[in-house]
């Protein structure tokens, strides 16, 4: 997921018109008096901009413009250091340097969330721990993403998101791909975690969920009728929820076949064996919000390009008609299917690493350290730049092309591709979350033409997610009698 590095000012600012219009012109100001004052503290060139402030005006001028909040770092290139909101903030565009800071969390840093986020989530999510219950908890939550769980997953997925294909192509309704794909994503995310399928209550917990999320990048003050105030409250009520679910699960004698029985039936373990009550429920949240957002979001951004590039769509249909052919006509997917996915995965790879629904990952320096050759000091916000390194000529030729065959190859490079972070907090639902998107590229290319209704390119500024602000309108055509 990606948080930005912007504090509560910001937070508070952007909601207030008057308050946007002064900084916006003061940020003009200020990039015109910065502009060529180039410092060099530390061997890090950027502009600190004016005193306390620093760039925060320009900063949120770029975040609330159509391109999006990139577009500020875009305008400096490589490294530079700056200051944000009363923070230093360092952006880091290269592969030693991401191999420096990523695998060294926890060591020489450590987060850089918001406190909005960390409110939201929970202090037990696995955001928010210390080192040693992070390590517990990511541990004992890898089962909910173990190859059995998966084939599970996938075999449900299939089945779902075959069935509101049709009925989609045979209303001739369009439809909004980001929408769709969040509201797919969040109810086979809460039957395989929970075994929760009835329609009415995944719309309620999605109502919570959403309001959670809207609640991550805000101002983090309980005054009513904010969506700070909003996403607490509805945080509070999926708390309850959960209680009530775990206590039933618990006086239960017909246990369920799911993450959460699988952690219950862990009560009588060591301490470093289970997961308290409060982790199950922060965790079971963080689960849903991360995987249901960045899957849908990829899914939406695979559309976008695969439309935009009609050979590569082409290519890709072909294989999935052929994996298709060889199978029982209306048999569901397996494991072994995704894995003849060749080309699907190359188009997967090649759609994250040009949305980059992570643009960079936020830490903090918890000691003084250098990274290559510069020094950073303890309390310095580190930022790896993993859009630049994406989009690095070096590392990938044509950056700007779509092309799945750049692909044909593993990267040789460590820390060169990294749409889902690297160790220690690489994604949990990495497997899942690539899963997905293949079954959700198969069905649609096997089975299905369109077109796209609504080109907008708005960037969607309040999402933790780079998205588009219209999440991408399509309308389906049944390509007929292909199988």
């Not at 719309?203 to 700070?228: K, V, W």
């Not at 369109?450 to 500024?461: G, H, I």
């Amino acid at each position: 997921m990606i948080i930005y590095p912007m504090e509560e000012l910001y937070l508070l600012v952007k909601n207030n018109f008057y308050i946007i219009l002064a900084i916006l012109l003061t940020g003009l100001v200020t990039r015109f008096l910065t502009k060529k004052e180039k410092i060099s503290s530390h061997g890090i060139p950027g502009s600190l901009g004016l005193p306390l402030v620093g760039e925060s005006f320009s900063f949120i001028s770029a975040a609330e413009s159509i391109k999006g909040s990139y577009d500020f770092v875009r305008t400096y290139g490589k490294w530079f250091k700056t200051s944000l909101f009363g923070k230093v903030h360092v952006f880091v565009p290269t592969i030693a340097g991401a191999k420096t800071v990523l695998p060294n969390d926890f060591k020489w840093f450590n987060k850089g969330y918001v406190k909005s986020i960390d409110n939201a989530l929970g202090k037990n999510s696995l955001f928010c721990v210390p080192f040693e219950d992070h390590k517990r908890i990511r541990r004992l939550l890898s089962g909910a993403f173990s190859m059995d769980s998966m084939a599970k997953f996938v075999q449900k997925f299939d089945k779902l998101l075959t069935a509101k294909f049709k009925k989609l192509a045979d209303d001739g309704k369009s439809f909004v791909v980001l929408d769709f794909n969040m509201k797919i994503t969040f109810d086979a995310m809460c039957d395989m975690l929970m075994s929760i399928t009835e329609e009415s209550l995944l719309d309620q917990l999605e109502n919570y969920c959403a309001t959670i999320s809207n609640a991550m990048l805000s101002f983090p003050h309980m005054i009513p009728g904010t969506r700070y105030y909003k996403g607490i409250k509805a945080r509070e009520k999926l708390m309850t929820f959960l209680d009530k679910m775990i206590a039933s699960r618990r006086s239960s004698k017909e246990p369920q076949d799911d993450f959460l029985q699988s952690m219950l039936d862990r009560d009588s373990f060591s301490d470093d064996e289970k997961l308290t009550d409060s982790e199950i429920r922060d965790n079971l949240l963080v689960m849903i919000i991360a995987d249901q957002g960045i899957t849908a979001a990829g899914l939406m951004w695979s559309v976008k390009f695969l439309d935009e590039n009609k050979e590569v769509q082409n290519t890709l249909r072909e294989e999935q008609l052929s994996i298709l052919r060889s199978k029982p006509r209306g048999a569901l997917l397996c494991l072994e299917d995704l894995n003849k996915m060749s080309y699907g995965l190359k188009v997967l790879n090649e759609t994250l690493r040009m949305a980059n629904v992570v643009l960079w990952f936020p830490r903090v320096a918890l000691v003084d350290c250098n990274i290559q050759d510069f020094a950073i000091k303890k309390g310095w916000h580190v930022n790896v730049d993993v859009t630049y390194i994406h989009y690095d000529p070096e590392i990938y030729k044509d950056p700007l092309q779509f092309n799945p065959s750049r692909f044909d190859e593993a990267p040789q490079k460590p820390c060169s591709y990294i749409p889902f972070g690297a160790r220690p907090r690489t994604s949990l639902g990495i497997n899942m979350a690539k899963m997905a998107m293949l079954v959700f590229l198969r069905r649609l290319t096997s089975g299905y033409n369109w077109t796209v209704d609504d080109q907008d390119p708005t960037l969607d500024t309040v999402s933790v997610i780079h998205r588009l602000k219209s999440g991408l309108q399509i309308t389906l055509t049944a390509i007929k009698d292909e199988i």
